[in-house]
């Protein structure tokens, strides 16, 4: 199956300098494993902060 990185990146607000943009796939489990969601979950003016934890989204969607 070939990777859609490149049409992913159409959708990706992430600000951070990361190799795993458009890679939703490793994107994602990484943040799952340190129970943070990756930044499309955001709104951009809560990306910029790179705080990606769980409470924050909870927080903001409360
Ligand atoms: S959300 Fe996280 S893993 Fe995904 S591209 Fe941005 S910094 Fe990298």
Redo the contacts with the bound molecule.
């Keep these: 199956m070939e990777c859609n990185q490149q049409e992913n990146l159409k959708n990706c607000n992430?600000t951070?300098p990361?190799d795993?943009?458009g890679k939703c796939c490793e994107?994602i489990k990484?943040?799952l494993s340190r129970n943070e969601l990756?930044?499309c979950c955001f709104p951009d003016e809560v990306e910029k902060t790179f705080d990606r934890s769980i409470a924050k989204f909870v927080e903001i969607n409360s």
């Design positions: 992430c951070y990361c795993k943009k994107c990484y943040h990756p930044a």
